[in-house]
């Protein structure tokens, strides 16, 4: 009885404590944007009345720059039209320091729809039989009149509610747009329906708060008093609970770059929220969650398509971003210019003098994190990276000049092999879509088929599938010491020949591999001797004859077929 109380009392207090706005009266317009960090846009609406300018939010959000006309709560308002809204009026500073007023409208007071404040619930009904059920109800916060929630001609008996692909929260206050119809069940007693176009979450203020992530907490949000842990941020004195898209967090956005335990700051729209015993706590619906310590995550860079900040619509383009695979999912972090804004159309960047070029190359970035929500409530990453490594390492490596499949594209390139089979793709033809028979280095000329040692940097390359792949770029060869290696006595002969070639051994032979000087594959045989007669009379030119041993060791030759 005391928890009733106690709840009755927080439901009057807010219905006559809670509600101090402003009343705006003005002509919409367009008037030039203030200059924000992501500001996209030359203009924004804005309600000119007698006392200024006021640049328009509605329920916290923007609106949409790029529609003709101010849309406020399903209301559709030309520019030229005068109209009377009420709302907050908010003190607000530009990127540049320049002072400007906003009028965050809570309501449309020349709105055909019914605005109506009050806390959602559910309450059981005599519906439409004598059976009771439980349906999605609200009590208007300035009265004890209750309405139940209707949505498409529907009664809305589900738990939860979904308005607008948004879970509607028990105990939280909404404003709640539509239209009040009265129903009559069929014992004949009438009831109030609200038939429901939008529910928007009200009274939240826009903070800004250190703290660490946690989920040590618990909430009885749900009968009979079951506890349940969501995550939260933890400033040393309170617990704000995080929302995203109206919903409580189980586990955060992305727990490859937010964990719990990590130190942040976060910005968004404090609301006080209400358990099943009517007691109080706050929650964040997150607007921008920035790590305090930097962090380096390992990917590519390349396009990744453009987030709807302050847009609403999407808009042709894609921004650079830092593609990272974890665990089988693509997450792209955007890259931030240093004067702001994004990367867009650039091939590459530049970071403390080291040049990142819109490759398929892996590199390690390090950077300070942070998630923005768009226009649509969806996050996004957004880094400023601060330090590069390309996850290079020099090494000589003993290898054979061939050709292979491309794995970036259809066709054919150019790379080495070792003896143990290892592929190593050159650089400076992996994105190429032919692929010649020779490379010249250090004034070398090394063909298809030769042998050499190659010396120069190691990195890791994905494909478009996520798999990795090593490259080389060669900076020098040496063919001295790779005839010291490895090898046995072994004849080929005729050569040059008329396409009839024997093969002689003094080891036993597993598999002859014959490849024509395009590096496509004309002949392929096991075998199990040291003698062998290879048929090559419908090749022309010269061939590569690859040799594998039956104690896996390999050779390659060349032969010239007349």
């Known amino acids: 009885m005391k928890k009733t109380f106690t709840l009755l009392i927080i439901l009057l207090v807010a219905a006559f404590n809670g509600f101090a706005q402003d009343t705006i009266t003005g002509v919409v317009n367009r008037i030039a944007a203030p200059y924000f960090e992501q500001n996209v846009c030359n203009d924004r609406f804005a309600i000119v009345s007698e006392n200024g300018t006021y640049y328009v939010m509605v329920d916290n959000y923007w609106p949409n720059p790029y529609l003709e006309d101010l849309v406020i709560h399903y209301d559709t308002i030309a520019i030229g039209n005068e109209?009377?809204?009420?709302?907050?009026?908010?003190?607000?500073?530009?990127?540049?320091?320049?002072?400007?007023?906003?009028?965050?409208?809570?309501?449309?007071?020349?709105?055909?729809?019914?605005?109506?404040?009050?806390?959602?619930?559910?309450?059981?009904?005599?519906?439409?039989?004598?059976?009771?059920?439980?349906?999605?109800?609200?009590?208007?916060?300035?009265?004890?009149?209750?309405?139940?929630?209707?949505?498409?001609?529907?009664?809305?008996?589900?738990?939860?509610?979904?308005?607008?692909?948004?879970?509607?929260?028990?105990?939280?206050?909404?404003?709640?747009?539509?239209?009040?119809?009265?129903?009559?069940?069929?014992?004949?007693?009438?009831?109030?329906?609200?038939?429901?176009?939008?529910?928007?979450?009200?009274?939240?203020?826009?903070?800004?708060?250190?703290?660490?992530?946690?989920?040590?907490?618990?909430?009885?949000?749900?009968?009979?008093?079951?506890?349940?842990?969501?995550?939260?941020?933890?400033?040393?004195?309170?617990?704000?609970?995080?929302?995203?898209?109206?919903?409580?967090?189980?586990?955060?956005?992305?727990?490859?770059?937010?964990?719990?335990?990590d130190s942040v700051v976060a910005s968004g729209f404090e609301s006080t929220h209400y358990d099943l015993f009517g007691a109080n706590f706050k929650t964040m619906e997150i607007?921008?969650?920035?790590?305090?310590?930097?962090?380096?995550?390992?990917?590519?860079?390349?396009?990744?398509?453009?987030?709807?900040?302050?847009?609403?619509?999407?808009?042709?383009?894609?921004?650079?971003?830092?593609?990272?695979?974890?665990?089988?999912?693509?997450?792209?972090?955007?890259?931030?210019?240093?004067?702001?804004?994004?990367?867009?159309?650039?091939?590459?960047?530049?970071?403390?003098?080291?040049?990142?070029h819109v490759t398929d190359q892996q590199i390690s970035a390090t950077f300070i994190p942070s998630i923005f929500i768009d226009n649509w409530i969806d996050p996004y990453y957004r880094i400023s990276i601060t330090n590069v490594d390309f996850n290079e390492h020099i090494e000589t490596i003993r290898c054979t000049l061939a050709i292979v499949g491309n794995p970036l594209y259809f066709g054919n390139t150019l790379a080495v092999t070792t003896q143990d089979n290892d592929i190593y793709y050159?650089?400076?033809?992996?994105?190429?879509?032919?692929?010649?028979?020779?490379?010249?280095?250090?004034?070398?000329?090394i063909y298809v088929g030769d042998e050499f040692f190659a010396t120069g940097p190691i990195s890791t390359w994905y494909d478009s599938n996520w798999g990795l792949h090593q490259v080389i770029d060669i900076s020098s060869v040496e063919f001295d010491g790779v005839d010291e290696s490895y090898s046995t006595e072994i004849q080929i002969f005729p050569n040059p020949s008329n396409g009839i070639i024997e093969i002689v051994s003094e080891q036993p032979i597993k598999q002859i591999t014959v490849y024509d000087n395009m590096g496509q594959t004309i002949h392929n045989k096991?075998?199990?001797?040291?003698?062998?007669?290879?048929?090559?009379?419908?090749?022309?030119?010269?061939?590569?004859?690859?040799?594998?041993?039956?104690?896996?060791?390999?050779?390659?030759?060349k032969e010239i077929i007349r």
């Open 526 to 557: 096991l075998c199990c001797s040291q003698n062998e007669i290879v048929d090559l009379s419908n090749c022309k030119g010269l061939c590569l004859i690859h040799i594998v041993y039956q104690d896996d060791n390999q050779t390659t030759i």
């Open 83 to 261: 109209i009377s809204v009420i709302g907050n009026v908010l003190e607000m500073e530009d990127g540049n320091g320049d002072a400007f007023q906003t009028i965050d409208i809570s309501k449309n007071l020349n709105s055909n729809h019914q605005q109506i404040f009050g806390f959602f619930s559910y309450r059981n009904i005599s519906f439409p039989g004598p059976d009771t059920i439980s349906a999605a109800y609200f009590c208007n916060c300035y009265g004890t009149v209750g309405y139940y929630i209707c949505c498409n001609g529907e009664l809305q008996i589900d738990n939860p509610c979904i308005i607008s692909g948004r879970a509607l929260i028990t105990n939280k206050r909404y404003l709640f747009i539509g239209n009040n119809e009265v129903w009559t069940n069929s014992n004949g007693n009438s009831f109030n329906v609200f038939n429901l176009v939008d529910a928007l979450p009200y009274d939240v203020a826009d903070v800004s708060i250190d703290g660490a992530l946690t989920s040590e907490n618990d909430l009885c949000l749900t009968w009979p008093c079951n506890e349940a842990s969501y995550l939260s941020l933890y400033n040393g004195e309170d617990f704000y609970y995080l929302t995203n898209k109206r919903e409580f967090q189980d586990n955060y956005i992305n727990d490859s770059l937010f964990l719990e335990g």
């Open 426 to 445: 050159l650089k400076p033809y992996i994105y190429a879509h032919t692929a010649p028979n020779h490379i010249t280095i250090d004034n070398k000329t």
């Open 287 to 356: 607007v921008k969650l920035q790590s305090k310590e930097e962090k380096t995550l390992i990917g590519l860079v390349n396009g990744w398509g453009m987030p709807y900040t302050n847009l609403g619509i999407p808009i042709p383009g894609a921004y650079l971003a830092l593609i990272n695979g974890n665990n089988g999912y693509y997450d792209g972090y955007y890259i931030m210019k240093p004067n702001g804004g994004f990367y867009s159309d650039e091939d590459f960047y530049i970071v403390n003098n080291d040049t990142i």
